[in-house]
């Protein structure tokens, strides 16, 4: 597919009719996470079939057999092109590039990749998801710090990036105070041990006093972001939640550059009036090259201890704008005192079992792990036939590199 007839498909809004157009434009949001491409401007898709019925067949085409990303590509495009309207069945099937496809996909990944990002000391298998959304005020801190001790509560390791510079919120929604302490130059993000978990936190909050905070004003925004990214010894983790300033600013695109392997889940209220602004942050990070993975709902019907719901704020947002951007509404979390409660208090309202809150959060968590975002075992994969291949090509034996590393990464 050539870079013209590509961005044709992107001009084409995905609530539209179903389509071979709407499909393939839901497989621009499915990322291979080590080429950091989405999976149509690689040349991965080799065929799609649209039938009147809403049943739709997708060939992917990988870059090497065995690789456990195969089952994460294939549940990402089944999750993508089955959240469009009209779709009834996704049937995705797989195939085995062959050495030629596989030097273009390469190159092509290497020229997306001619700005390389800076590096960072994520590990390669930590999955980095941005919470978002287009104004401030609808939870994305509330549902960042809760669905991080969720996770948590799983035995996971979470890092909690605030990179909220000005408006930062988390050290007070975790209850956590302290000051970061540098090694080798690196920060070391706080830690708080929640359940067999591991949360590792950091933020503006950790750096500053609120007074000379406001003395970073001088400074690119971006910048700042960047040094939490690059300067910072995060240690292994399972995920990476970045709680987001509000709006579709320098930060985000400098994630985008930074991290393109990260995932935005937006969060958003329930009034449809509000989507629009939400929309915006979706289309935004699609054209960063973000992939939008799903959308929470905030602030949903509250129900009094009679049982009796309320929809204070209108209903259908979060439902709708998921549609509309063609990803999983991951979750709809009531209006409950409690959230911000345990906010105010420093424990947020997921830490406590007994809470109804918690277990809501405890669903989204699980959604996240098992499908929206799972954890993945590299070994074997691209990011190894990648390097591969820039090792042969540094030696001069560049014919050879690809081959080989069908071999070694065969099952
Ligand atoms: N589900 C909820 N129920 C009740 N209050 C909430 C809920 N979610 C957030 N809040 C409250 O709304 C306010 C804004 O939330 P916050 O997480 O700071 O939003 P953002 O980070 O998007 O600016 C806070 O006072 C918080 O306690
Ligand atoms: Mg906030």
Same mark, same amino acid.
């Given at each position: 597919m050539t870079r013209s007839e590509s961005s044709?498909?992107?001009g084409t809004a995905p609530s539209g009719?179903?389509?071979?157009?709407?499909?393939?434009? !839901?497989?621009?949001?499915? /990322?291979?996470?080590?080429?950091?491409? &989405? /999976?149509?401007?690689?040349?991965m898709v080799t065929a799609v079939a649209v039938a009147e019925d809403g049943a739709v067949d997708v060939e992917v085409a990988l870059t090497v057999a065995g690789c456990p990303? @195969? +089952?994460?590509?294939?549940? &990402?495009? =089944? +999750?993508? #092109? *089955?959240?469009?309207?009209?779709? @009834? +069945?996704? =049937? $995705?099937?797989? *195939?085995?590039?062959?050495?030629?496809?596989?030097?273009?996909?390469?190159?092509?990944a290497r020229l997306l990749a001619r700005d390389p990002a800076p590096a960072t000391d994520i590990p390669h298998t930590a999955r980095v998801i941005a919470v !978002?959304?287009?104004?401030?005020? $609808?939870?994305k801190s509330s549902v960042t710090v809760n669905l991080a001790v969720a996770m948590a509560r799983r035995g996971l390791t979470i890092g909690v990036l605030d990179a909220d510079i000005w408006g930062f919120s988390v050290p007070r929604l975790l209850g956590m105070q302290g000051e970061v302490e540098a090694r080798d130059k690196k920060m070391v993000p706080l830690k708080r041990r929640v359940g067999d978990g591991v949360l590792r936190v950091?933020?503006?909050?950790?750096?500053?006093?609120?007074?000379?905070?406001?003395?970073?004003?001088?400074?690119?925004?971006? @910048?700042?972001?960047?040094?939490?990214? =690059?300067?910072?010894?995060? *240690?292994d983790l399972d995920y990476l939640l970045i709680d987001m300033p509000p709006g579709t600013g320098d930060i985000q695109m400098g994630l985008?550059?930074?991290?393109?392997?990260?995932?935005?889940?937006?969060?958003? +209220?329930?009034?449809?009036?509000?989507?629009?602004?939400?929309? @915006?942050?979706?289309?935004?990070?699609?054209k960063g090259y973000l992939r939008v993975a799903g959308v929470i709902e905030n602030m949903?019907?509250?129900?009094?201890?009679?049982?009796t719901s309320y929809a204070l704020f209108g209903s259908g947002g979060g439902a709708r704008l998921a549609a509309d951007v063609g990803v999983p509404l991951i979750g709809q979390i009531p209006l409950h005192p409690s959230v911000a409660a345990g906010g105010d208090a420093g424990t947020p #309202?997921?830490?406590?079992?007994?809470?109804?809150?918690?277990?809501?959060?405890?669903? %989204?968590?699980?959604?996240? %792990?098992?499908?929206? !975002?799972? $954890?993945?075992a590299m070994d074997g994969c691209s990011v190894r036939l990648l390097e591969q291949v820039e090792a042969a090509v540094a030696a001069g034996t560049a014919d050879d590199g690809p081959r080989q590393a069908v071999e070694t990464g065969a099952p």
């Open positions: 044709a498909v992107e009719e179903l389509s071979e157009v709407t499909v393939r434009n !839901a497989l621009r949001g499915v /990322i291979d996470p080590e080429l950091g491409a &989405d /999976i149509v401007e690689l040349g990303l @195969r +089952t994460q590509i294939k549940r &990402d495009v =089944e +999750t993508r #092109v *089955g959240a469009l309207r009209g779709v @009834r +069945t996704v =049937e $995705v099937s797989t *195939g085995v590039m062959d050495a030629e496809q596989r030097q273009a996909v390469m190159a092509r !978002a959304s287009g104004k401030g005020g $609808v939870g950091l933020s503006m909050g950790f750096l500053a006093d609120e007074d000379s905070a406001i003395m970073w004003r001088g400074l690119i925004l971006n @910048r700042a972001v960047q040094q939490f990214l =690059e300067d910072v010894h995060w *240690g985008a550059r930074m991290l393109p392997r990260t995932e935005v889940i937006v969060v958003t +209220t329930p009034p449809v009036a509000a989507q629009k602004v939400a929309a @915006r942050t979706a289309d935004m990070a699609r949903s019907d509250f129900t009094c201890e009679h049982g #309202v997921a830490l406590d079992a007994s809470q109804p809150l918690a277990e809501v959060f405890d669903r %989204i968590a699980d959604a996240v %792990i098992t499908t929206i !975002a799972p $954890v993945v």
